[in-house]
C-alpha cells in the first residue's frame, strides 16, 4: 500500500476570538491550521492569523513572528525525528493550540500552548508566550513593563515565591532557585485585566507531575514599578488604546 506523502494544510477557518469585534478595534484574529502526517511522526497546530488591521507592515510584522516561531519548532521537531527516532518507538506527535489572554485596540497577549512526546513514559508541555504592541509593532518583553531602575524582579520573585510555597508538598530549595530574581527565570508571561501571570515550566520550581505552573500577580501589586505609560498601567486604568 503506497504511503500518503506528506501534506501541509494551511485553513483558514475565520474562527473570531470573542469581543475582536467590538466597535473602534479595527482587527479580527482568525485561526489558521498546519497539519502534517509522516510514517513516523505527526503535527497538528492551530495558530491565530490576523486580518483587518489599517496598518499593514505592523500586521504582517505580527503574523511573521507567529510563523517564525512555528517554522522553527516544526523544524527542529523534524530534525530531532530524523537522528532520534528508533525503529520500535511509538509515532511521534507535536500539538499546538493558542488562546488570547488579552486583546485590545493596543495590545495582544498570547499563549501558544503546546505538547510534544517524543516517545518514552511521557511527553512534554511546551508554551511560548507573546506580547504584541499594535502601535509600535513590536513584541515586548517583561522589561518593556517596568521602570527601568526598579528591582522588579525581587518584587515578582518575592510575590511568587510566597504562593508556590503554598503549594502541596512544595520544595523550599526547587523553589528558591526557580523563582530566584533572575530575568531567566521570568521569561514566560501573559497578562490580562487580572495580573501578570507568570509562567514555570515543568522542572522549573516543582516536580514533572506538578504540569506547568501559573502565578497571576494582581495589577495593583505591581504598581510601584510598573512603567508609566506602559501595558500594565494602561490595562489596570483601562486606557490601552
Same mark, same amino acid.
Given at each position: ?5 506528506? !501534506? ?16 473602534? /478595534? ?13 510514517? #513516523? ?20 510584522? *505580527? ?6 516561531? !512555528? ?5 527542529? !521537531?523534524?530534525?530531532?525525528?530524523? #537522528? ?47 506580547? *504584541?504592541?499594535?502601535? #509600535? ?36 530549595? /526547587? ?13 514566560? *508571561? ?6 501578570? #501571570?507568570?509562567? *514555570? ?41
Amino acid at each position: 500500500m503506497k504511503r500518503m506523502s506528506a !501534506f501541509i494544510s494551511l485553513l483558514v477557518l475565520g474562527v473570531m476570538i470573542m469581543g475582536m469585534s467590538r466597535p473602534g /478595534w479595527c482587527y479580527d484574529l482568525g485561526m489558521r491550521k498546519i497539519e502534517k502526517e509522516e510514517k #513516523t511522526y505527526g503535527i497538528e497546530i492551530e495558530y491565530p492569523y490576523m486580518t483587518g488591521l489599517d496598518k499593514p507592515l505592523i500586521q504582517d510584522g *505580527f503574523n511573521q513572528l507567529i510563523k517564525k516561531y !512555528f517554522d522553527e519548532v516544526i523544524s527542529e !521537531f523534524e530534525e530531532r525525528s530524523r #537522528t532520534d527516532f528508533h525503529e520500535n518507538s511509538p509515532k511521534w506527535n507535536m500539538t499546538y493550540k493558542y488562546s488570547v489572554t488579552y486583546s485590545s485596540p493596543r495590545y495582544v497577549s498570547l499563549l501558544l500552548d503546546g505538547y510534544h512526546f517524543w516517545g518514552g513514559a511521557h511527553g512534554m508541555a511546551v508554551f511560548e508566550t507573546i506580547l *504584541f504592541d499594535l502601535k #509600535t509593532g513590536r513584541q515586548l518583553y517583561l522589561p518593556d513593563l517596568f521602570q527601568a531602575d526598579s528591582d522588579y524582579l525581587k518584587v515578582l520573585s518575592e510575590y511568587c515565591i510566597e504562593e508556590l510555597m503554598d503549594m502541596e508538598n512544595p520544595d523550599p530549595d /526547587w523553589i528558591q532557585k526557580g523563582a530566584a530574581p533572575q530575568k531567566d527565570n521570568y521569561e514566560f *508571561f501573559t497578562i490580562d485585566e487580572s495580573g501578570l #501571570t507568570i509562567m *514555570f515550566p515543568q522542572y522549573q520550581v516543582a516536580p514533572y507531575v506538578a504540569g506547568v505552573i501559573r502565578i497571576t500577580i494582581p495589577l495593583e501589586h505591581l504598581m510601584g514599578v510598573e512603567k508609566p505609560g506602559g501595558p500594565l498601567e494602561a490595562i489596570r486604568r483601562k486606557n490601552d488604546k
